[in-house]
T-cell receptor
Framework: KAGVTQTPRYLIKTRGQQVTLSCSPI?????VSWYQQTPGQGLQFLFEYFSETQRNKGNFPGRFSGRQFSNSRSEMNVSTLELGDSALYLCASSSHGQGGEKLFFGSGTQLSVL | GDSVTQMEGPVTLSEEAFLTINCTYTATGYPSLFWYVQYPGEGLQLLLK?????DKGSNKGFEATYRKETTSFHLEKGSVQVSDSAVYFC????????????FGKGTRLSVIA
């Protein structure tokens, strides 16, 4: 069974640009969550999608958005990039996204904003 | 809100040394507790979990016991190896509803031969 796949692996952008990151969950998983990882803040929850609906949202500005497609693949978009958006963005999938359920993480997309 | 506090790193140990990484939590109710591990260049992997008080999670020689009275879930290993070098994250989630995982900031472990 293939794991969680995130593309691209690395991205370099400049301030003011926008970026789209992609995540393909494990086959059969309907819940996809996104996390931002930085050295200072650790892992912070962005949002979770389940069956194409956003079910949970973290405390991030509206520049951060996401969506999920009917095949459970998910994308997240960051508009008007700022230097502080430089981070590793991790996607995780699970069957139902229920409390206590194991999450399967991708290797992440490393975003650098210059 | 819910939160997880881990000991500051980095932690550097010699091979075969005893490892403890402290983790305490704040949460309402009875959360599930996890340890995830992140090897260089990879995403997080579940190391072990415990879902109720006094449960002991174990995997690959690592152990952690859910202590409700001290709201702790410390990670231990009796004899570390160089291959255990990684970043370790303590996390919690509520058992009810669709609540996201809340992570600690991570503890980097380096094991030297």
């Amino acid at each position: 069974k293939a794991g969680v796949t995130q593309t691209p692996r690395y991205l370099i952008k400049t301030r003011g640009q926008q970026v789209t990151l992609s995540c393909s969950p494990i086959s059969g998983h309907r819940s996809v969550s996104w996390y931002q990882q930085t050295p200072g803040q650790g892992l912070q929850f962005l949002f979770e999608y389940f069956s194409e609906t956003q079910r949970n949202k973290g405390n991030f500005p509206g520049r951060f958005s996401g969506r999920q497609f009917s095949n459970s693949r998910s994308e997240m978009n960051v508009s008007t990039l700022e230097l502080g958006d430089s981070a590793l963005y991790l996607c995780a999938s699970s069957s139902h996204g229920q409390g206590g359920e194991k999450l399967f993480f991708g290797s992440g997309t490393q975003l650098s904003v210059l | 809100g819910d939160s997880v506090t881990q000991m500051e790193g980095p932690v550097t140990l010699s091979e075969e040394a005893f490892l403890t990484i402290n983790c305490t939590y704040t949460a309402t109710g009875y959360p599930s507790l996890f340890w995830y591990v992140q090897y260089p260049g990879e995403g997080l992997q579940l190391l072990l979990k415990a879902t109720k008080a006094d449960d002991k999670g174990s995997n690959k020689g690592f152990e952690a016991t859910y202590r409700k009275e001290t709201t702790s879930f410390h990670l231990e290993k009796g004899s570390v190896q160089v291959s255990d070098s990684a970043v370790y994250f303590c996390a919690l989630t509520r058992n009810s509803g669709n609540t996201p995982l809340v992570f600690g900031k991570g503890t980097r472990l380096s094991v030297i031969a």
